[in-house]
Structure formats: C-alpha cells, structure tokens
C-alpha cells in the first residue's frame, strides 16, 4: 500500500502561480510514476503531467510550457509548479502514484494509488 497526502492547493488569480506538493509513504520502493490528474466540475478526471523514476516527463498539451513536475525520490514527494495560471486550470488535482512489482514467474503486480484531492481555483 501507498499513501498519498497531497498540499498547496487554494484560491489564485489568472496569471498567479501555485505549488502542489505530493508526499508518498508506505510501500513506495514499487513506485514507477508519480503524476498529477485534474477534475474539473462535470468532467472526468484528466493527466496533466506524470514522471517516472528515471525522470522522463509528459504533460498534456493545455499546460506545457506553463507547468512542471518534478520529483524527490530522496523525500519520495512530487512536486507541480503552476505558473500563469488561468480560469480553466479551475479542478481538484490529484496525485497518482503507479507502481509495478516485478515478477520472477508471472505477470507483473500494477496497482494506483490517489491523493485526498487538493482544489485549485484560479479567479478572473
């Protein structure tokens, strides 16, 4: 198991930047990527940016060039800096961890493991 407690969410407005924190405890030697997912109100909860242990990086498209995730694996916390923030950015995110166990004889063990949720809103 893995437990994820997620910070810095709030209230900011449109061109503010704001700081999400994502520490992971427990069983985090399985951790393979650690991402951030937005839900906003009425829609389905959306990748906005994912690393993995060895570093690479993906972000959606609406938020490249203006976010950046980033990862301690010495404090096993992710980070997500948001800058410029607009209007539409407006959802509760989510940190995900994914991890894999590696199997001798078999397939695989892959599990997800999610935050409490922190709200952004961005005001206009």
């Known amino acids: 198991q893995v437990q994820l407690v997620e910070s810095g969410g709030g209230l900011v407005q449109v061109g503010g930047s704001l700081r999400l924190s994502c520490a992971a405890s427990?069983?985090?030697?399985?951790?393979?990527?650690m991402g951030w997912y937005g839900q906003a109100p009425g829609k389905q909860r959306e990748l906005v940016a994912v690393?993995?242990?060895?570093?690479?990086?993906n972000y959606a498209n609406s938020v490249k060039g203006r976010f950046t995730i980033s990862r301690d694996n010495a404090k096993n916390t992710a980070y997500l800096q948001m800058n410029s923030l607009k209007p539409e950015d407006t959802a509760v995110y989510y940190c995900?961890?994914?991890?894999?166990?590696?199997?001798?004889?078999?397939?695989?063990?892959?599990?997800?493991?999610w935050g409490q949720g922190t709200q952004v809103t961005v005001s206009s």
């Open positions: 690393i993995a242990s060895g570093g690479s990086i």
């Open positions: 995900n961890a994914h991890t894999i166990i590696r199997m001798i004889i078999g397939r695989d063990i892959e599990n997800d493991y």
């Open positions: 427990g069983s985090i030697f399985g951790i393979n990527t």
